[in-house]
């Protein structure tokens, strides 16, 4: 079961108290200078999710970001990050089979950019660095903690205090935001990435009783992490009761994202069920989401309905819709910060209203991770010169 934390007024006021005590400590956030690109650290770089983030930003000039700090693992210090990428994506190879994993070749600049250690970050200071993108696994989540104290700004998408930090998809709760003024915000779960942004629709137009979200989650949603071959091999291996903790992660998650919705009190983890499962596909994670709305709907058009919400310019930065059957599926999957929504159905719920179906396609590596991260930094250079204009 899923159990929200609550948290008493008082005992809310002096975390409150104490937290602004501990900011007013910090040192002073600097200026963005967005004449320039803006240069950012990655610290877990040499993980999947920070490799693919490198190689994109690699290939994408014209996106404004410099990577200044590629900060990896002792064991990755002073190797240049295509040897790294080689390296790692070549033991997913060997693990899962050569026909299975596929690795595009490094950016020819990630071979002249060399892994430094997160001493050499913090010696070099904010000043050398203006925000600072963690892709750090729970047990070094401390690390993140250091940065802010440092004075840098952090973009996360680590689990490691995930719920004690603003949690942020910006398409979905970025409206009153303080980016300018935040230290660290936080990326939630790939799934909840892909579901919240996928539930938006739904719940501006209806009124949202329950969702039940049923994750078929890909192998490159372990990271470098190798399951052991006779379980995902061929195989689909349910993972609710495993050390991951997605699906309660997913349920709350969801929730708070949808706390400041001005339709979203109802949505709270008590009515959000989720079963998660891993599937031997390397990426772009399926998600079946069941919506339980008040509205009665016409059970006749389904297809041309939903395709019509969701076609709606307002969600088309976010959103490809597909009415092929059989779609949406992660090898079709060509938008990777976007999700893809289709395979749609409306029957009657049970006790009155009515179920809605969307199957959903999000790039779990992209969008679900360094393309949300990329997102909420964006937005953090918008409003730092917004800020510096006014």
């Known amino acids: 079961p899923v159990l929200p934390v609550q948290v008493s007024s008082s005992s809310a006021a002096t975390t409150s108290s104490d937290a602004a005590s501990a900011a007013s400590s910090l040192p002073a956030l600097r200026h963005i200078d967005q004449s320039k690109p803006v240069r950012l650290a990655l610290i877990g770089a040499t993980g999947l999710v920070g490799r693919a983030c490198a190689q994109h930003i690699a290939q994408n000039p014209d996106m404004g970001y ?232 016409p059970l006749g058009c389904a297809e041309s309905m939903l395709a019509a919400i969701y076609g709606q310019v307002k969600y088309a930065g976010e959103v490809v819709v597909t009415t092929e059957v059989g779609q949406p599926r992660p090898k079709s999957h060509v938008e990777p910060n976007k999700i893809t929504v289709g395979n749609f159905d409306i029957s009657p719920a049970e006790g009155g209203g009515s179920l809605i179906r969307v199957s959903v396609i999000v790039d779990n590596v992209a969008k679900g991770a360094w393309g949300n991260a990329i997102d909420i930094t964006s937005a953090i250079v918008s409003a730092v010169n917004e800020t510096k204009g006014a």
């Open 66 to 297: 410099t990577i200044a700090f590629f900060v990896g693992s002792a064991l990755s210090v002073d190797k240049p990050m295509a040897e790294v990428a080689a390296e790692k994506e070549g033991k997913l190879k060997a693990h899962y089979g050569d026909d299975f994993w596929h690795a595009d070749e490094p950016d020819a600049s990630l071979k002249d950019a060399l892994v430094c250690d997160v001493d050499a970050l913090l010696a070099a200071g904010p000043e050398q660095c203006d925000v600072v993108l963690s892709f750090l696994a729970p047990r070094f989540g401390h690390l993140e903690d250091t940065m802010v104290s440092a004075g840098f700004r952090v973009v996360s998408i680590s689990p490691h205090r995930r719920m004690d930090h603003p949690l942020v998809v910006p398409a979905v709760n970025g409206t009153g935001v303080n980016w300018a003024q935040l230290r660290c915000i936080k990326s939630p779960n790939c799934c909840s990435v892909g579901s919240t942004t996928a539930l938006l629709p739904l719940v501006d137009m209806f009124t949202v009783k329950e969702i039940s979200i049923t994750t078929f989650q890909t192998l490159s949603g372990r990271g470098d992490a190798l399951y052991p071959a006779e379980k995902v091999v061929g195989n689909v291996y349910p993972i609710g009761a495993t050390e991951e903790k997605t699906e309660v992660y997913i349920a709350n998650e969801v929730a708070r994202i949808y706390s400041t919705h001005p339709k979203g009190a109802q949505i709270t983890p008590e009515v959000i069920h989720v079963s998660a499962y891993r599937v031997y596909v390397q990426k772009n994670h399926l998600l079946d989401v069941r919506v339980k709305v008040e509205e009665t709907l």
